[in-house]
T-cell receptor, first 110, second 118 residues
């Protein structure tokens, strides 16, 4: 069963705009991770945020985590056409299982 | 490091045949995971190993599926006999656990094996 649920399921924006994707989960976690998957390819790890962290940055990526609301958001600033991909959040609870959501399909139009 | 290496990249087989998928994790990683991805069910964890020992195989669909990790650098996922509903992309991933439930970073995924059972 899926632990995380992404919102929206699909997002289409223009190059240069910011993209925000949200993730909600149900149980307590050790960490939450975001991955990108280009069509026909494997998943690429973007960022990991631990349960005791609230915000993390990596280049044009900004991730927030609100454990009281059991939610996270991924912000991609100044989007590029190359950012077009599916983005997945994944949660890891104790016991080392990484459970993925259904993903958000992001399309960045040039 | 060449990353997680999976083989074959593509496999087309007839129903009833045995299929073996292979994975070489990143050297030094002590956890290995097999996932299956389909449009209908998304990414599903099939089984994972810590230090070559299977920890949780509750995601393995049925007895037709089996996985082994004979050493730290190699794992196989076998389907016997294969059925059309097994058609999916199968991913192997590895990571480093530095303590119980504590990871040093994210998972590294292989490029996947696209399995088609006709």
């Amino acid at each position: 069963s899926q632990q995380g649920e992404e919102d929206p399921q699909a997002l289409s924006i223009q190059e240069g705009e910011n993209a925000t994707m949200n993730c909600s989960y149900k149980t307590s976690i050790n960490n939450l991770q975001w991955y990108r998957q280009n069509s026909g390819r494997g998943l690429v790890h973007l960022i990991l945020i631990r349960s005791n962290e609230r915000e993390k940055h990596s280049g044009r990526l900004r991730v927030t985590l609100d454990t009281s609301k059991k939610s996270s958001s991924l912000l991609i600033t100044a989007s590029r056409a190359a950012d077009t991909a599916s983005y997945f959040c994944a949660t890891e609870a104790s016991g080392s299982r990484l459970t993925f959501g259904e993903g958000t399909q992001l399309t960045v139009n040039p | 490091d060449a990353g997680v290496i999976q083989s074959p990249r593509h496999e087309v087989t007839e129903m009833g045949q045995e299929v073996t998928l292979r994975c070489k994790p990143i050297s030094g990683h002590n956890s290995l995971f097999w996932y299956r991805q389909t449009m209908m069910r998304g990414l599903e964890l099939l089984i994972y190993f810590n230090n070559n020992v299977p920890i949780d195989d509750s995601g393995m669909p049925e007895d037709r599926f089996s996985a082994k990790m004979p050493n730290a650098s190699f794992s196989t996922l076998k389907i016997q006999p294969s059925e059309p509903r097994d058609s999916a992309v199968y991913f192997c991933a590895s990571s480093l656990a530095v303590g119980t439930g504590i990871r040093s970073g994210g998972y590294t995924f292989g490029s996947g094996t696209r399995l088609t059972v006709v």
